[in-house]
């Protein structure tokens, strides 16, 4: 992806305004801390609720930035079901390779630790086996990274068995060069006098197991894999236009299908809140049908792991024929989500060309917002989900982008393709039909695809 595809972000701080014992020092994010107001949110999720205090290490941009990083990981704890206490911020070149943070910093975050009778550290990063192993060590508590608690919550809100195997292999990806063990973990297994030789470690044996059970996975996906692609194939048979809905997670994604659909699809205002994608289909203002795909949500650095393992979920989006890309106008930097979820959409291959951006949550903001965001991204539509301002006009904003993909036709087809004729009834636009002797004269603008199975009906 070219630099010029990206929009910039809020303004630099330079350097120079840093002091000098600003560089080194913890410095707390205000505002993360979700000890009291934030408890019933979690309560329903059913699971243990910890506390915790967020690590981060600046090391590039700004402080503003910075801390709209540290934030997000609070959201994304909140999320996962936990009590954010405290969080801090480490000005540093690069994260310590032994501990993320320095060994002096991991023992005043141990003494912050105490202080706030925290379970678990997370930080806001993926940290190395060894960081992990470290850090732990001298905090004396659980430490996780942003990637596993990415992974965490897609395993808590997986609902298909592909969704569900996605996760599971991710998380195995992650979890392999991690393993960990102590005492009797590290004993030989097979050892006496009917198993004479070194035999294989604990460890060993459970790395052999996990690499088992993600061969079976990967196996397993690869046969959902398939199906989806019939699916696909079948779609792209039918000539109906596809159009997905990409954007970064609680954009409101799910609320615009609900919208346009009525599908009913789970609306809850907590990151990743829907993972599997659902299609429904949709009458445009002139009556054409169209398929609308949600996809599954995006964050700043989405885990390898993740774009990998729902690699084939997220291809909808590179296969649709318009790409209805949402951003939250109410994001405290909506153009840094735009920006990070292009980045993602490159990744999977998908052609920019097809976008449609269009900015949600209106009605969340003031007017001066509107006004900035409109110069920014001229050619965005705005709407809300909620109030379903704009939604209209989203409508035939899409009508418009795929009339411009069809082409004209004038032929004359057999009486027996006149499954054809109704398709072009249904997704295009006749001007004439006129019932010949040796057929069904249309002219008429359609999809191409559907514009070639005429023609080979023809050829016939």
């Keep these: 992806m070219t630099d010029s595809q990206f929009i910039p972000d809020d303004s630099e701080i330079t350097e120079g305004q840093l002091q000098l014992q600003d560089r080194s020092?913890?410095?707390?994010?205000?505002?993360?801390?979700?000890?009291?107001?934030?408890?019933?949110?979690?309560?329903?999720?059913?699971?243990?609720l910890e506390k915790v205090v967020l690590i981060g290490v600046w090391t590039t941009g700004t402080l503003i930035q910075a801390e709209r990083s540290m934030r997000e990981l609070a959201q994304l704890a909140q999320t996962a079901g936990v009590i954010v206490l405290d969080g801090l911020i480490q000005r540093r070149d690069r994260p310590d390779p032994a501990?993320?943070?320095?060994?002096?910093?991991?023992?005043?975050?141990?003494?912050?630790?105490?202080?706030?009778?925290?379970?678990?550290?997370?930080?806001?990063?993926?940290?190395?086996?060894?960081?992990?192993?470290?850090?732990?060590?001298?905090?004396?508590?659980?430490?996780?990274?942003?990637?596993?608690?990415?992974?965490?919550?897609?395993?808590?809100?997986?609902?298909?068995?592909?969704?569900k195997a996605q996760v599971s292999l991710a998380q195995m990806q992650y979890m392999l060069p991690r393993i960990r063990g102590w005492g009797e973990a590290l004993s030989r297994q097979g050892a006496g006098v009917l198993a004479r030789g070194p035999g294989e470690t604990k460890i060993e044996t459970d790395r052999r197991r996990i690499r088992d059970q993600m061969a079976k996975l990967r196996k397993d996906l690869a046969a959902m894999r398939k199906t989806r692609e019939v699916q696909r194939t079948s779609r792209r048979k039918s000539a109906v236009?596809?159009?997905?809905?990409?954007?970064?997670?609680?954009?409101?994604?799910?609320?615009?299908?609900?919208?346009?659909?009525?599908?009913?699809?789970?609306?809850?205002?907590?990151?990743?809140?829907?993972?599997?994608?659902?299609?429904?289909?949709?009458?445009?203002?002139?009556?054409?049908?169209?398929?609308?795909?949600?996809?599954?949500?995006f964050v700043r650095h989405l885990p390898h792991q993740l774009v990998e393992a729902f690699r084939s979920t997220i291809e909808e989006i590179s296969d649709a024929d318009l790409v209805l890309h949402l951003v939250d106008a109410s994001d405290e930097s909506p153009l840094a989500q735009l920006n990070d979820v292009r980045e993602v959409l490159g990744e999977v291959g998908t052609n920019l060309d097809k976008e449609l951006v269009v900015i949600n949550k209106i009605d969340a903001v003031d007017?001066?917002?509107?006004?900035?965001?409109?110069?920014?991204?001229?050619?965005?539509?705005?709407?809300?989900?909620?109030?379903?301002?704009?939604?209209?006009?989203?409508?035939?904003?899409?009508?418009?982008?795929?009339?411009?993909n069809d082409v004209a036709i004038d032929l004359v087809l057999p009486y027996a393709a006149q499954n054809l004729i109704a398709r072009a009834h249904e997704i295009g636009t006749v001007n004439k039909l006129e019932h010949l002797e040796s057929g069904t004269h249309i002219i008429a603008t359609v999809p191409l695809v559907l514009a070639n199975q005429m023609r080979e009906t023809i050829k016939k």
């Design 25 to 48: 020092s913890l410095r707390r994010v205000p505002g993360l801390s979700t000890e009291l107001q934030d408890i019933t949110e979690v309560e329903y999720r059913q699971v243990r």
């Design 241 to 297: 236009p596809a159009i997905a809905i990409a954007g970064y997670t609680n954009a409101g994604k799910s609320s615009l299908l609900n919208k346009l659909t009525g599908a009913g699809v789970l609306v809850e205002d907590a990151l990743f809140a829907t993972l599997d994608p659902t299609v429904r289909k949709v009458a445009l203002p002139s009556g054409r049908a169209v398929t609308v795909t949600d996809t599954v949500g």
């Design 367 to 404: 007017t001066q917002m509107i006004v900035t965001l409109k110069k920014l991204i001229p050619d965005a539509l705005f709407i809300s989900t909620q109030t379903g301002a704009g939604v209209e006009d989203l409508l035939v904003e899409i009508e418009s982008r795929l009339v411009q």
């Design 99 to 163: 501990t993320y943070i320095g060994s002096g910093k991991a023992q005043e975050l141990k003494r912050i630790v105490a202080q706030t009778g925290a379970d678990s550290v997370i930080c806001d990063g993926e940290l190395t086996p060894g960081q992990l192993r470290n850090l732990e060590d001298v905090v004396k508590v659980r430490v996780v990274d942003r990637t596993w608690l990415i992974l965490d919550i897609f395993a808590q809100h997986a609902r298909s068995r592909e969704g």
